[in-house]
């Protein structure tokens, strides 16, 4: 069974100094890989997705995967405090695409 | 564009009584519709996927029988948590694609007394 980690499990930032968030999963044929982020009170907001090895760009938000470490990483450019929030990364696999396995999540807070 | 609607937003029902919660795709036909539920503390745990011309498929630690799941289209689910206790606590989280990235609602919160 998938097993999605996430670290750390807070992170504090000032504003404008980028934030790094990571995910390890441990299922290697896992080819889709989403960032969501979820405010307080809120349901899921996606950031970003990525399905190759590499980056990838949305706004401020850049994924990096490499799925030979079995590794994904989100870093978030010039922070601000609205961007508060816990990070959630899932990933799923090929034809079972719908089928997100969710990490435990990180908790950013960004200090103005 | 594109939303997933949730009602309600937040419920609170007695112990041992049952919840019923709503999920609509707008703008778009969902081919799949999922059920995610994050306890308090917890990731989100898939419940159950419905996918076109499928059965509804459930997860590991949970059941038809706990929480029956009405579809009359992709566009339209409906969930029911069936005696809820305190550990049915949680956001409950309805996911729905096309051929895109899923999105999803904003929840319905669950209280129980």
């Known amino acids: 069974q998938q097993k999605v980690q996430q670290s750390p499990e807070s992170l504090t930032v000032s504003e404008g100094a980028m934030a790094s968030l990571n995910c390890t999963f441990s299922d290697g044929t896992s080819d889709n890989f989403r960032w969501y982020r979820q405010h307080s009170g809120k349901g899921l ?13 949305e706004g401020r938000f850049t994924a990096h995967l490499n799925r030979a470490s079995l590794h994904v990483s989100l870093h978030i450019r010039e922070p601000q405090p609205s961007d508060s929030a816990v990070y959630l990364c899932a990933v799923s696999i090929g034809n079972m695409d719908y089928k997100l396995t969710f990490g435990t999540g990180t908790s950013l807070l960004v200090d103005p | ?11 609170i029902c007695k112990s041992g009584t049952s919840m019923r919660m709503e999920c609509q795709a707008v703008g778009f036909q969902a081919t799949s519709v999922a059920w995610y ?33 009405s579809h009359p289209n992709l566009s ?38």
Not at chain 2, 1 to 11: F, I, M, N, S
Not at chain 2, 38 to 66: D, G, H, M, R, W
Not at chain 2, 91 to 108: I, S, V
């Open chain 1, 45 to 57: 907001e996606m950031l970003v997705s990525i399905f190759s090895d590499g980056e990838k760009e």
């Open chain 2, 1 to 11: 564009g594109a939303l997933v609607y949730q009602y309600p937003r937040r419920t």
């Open chain 2, 76 to 113: 339209f689910s409906s969930m029911t948590v069936l005696n809820a206790y305190l550990e049915d606590r949680g956001l409950y989280l309805c996911g729905a694609r096309d051929n895109q990235a899923p999105l999803f609602g904003e929840g319905t919160r669950l209280s129980v007394l």
């Open chain 2, 37 to 69: 539920r994050q306890s308090p503390q917890k990731t989100f745990e898939l419940i159950a996927l419905s996918t076109v011309n499928s059965a509804i498929k459930y997860e590991q630690n949970f059941t038809q029988e706990k929480f029956p799941i």
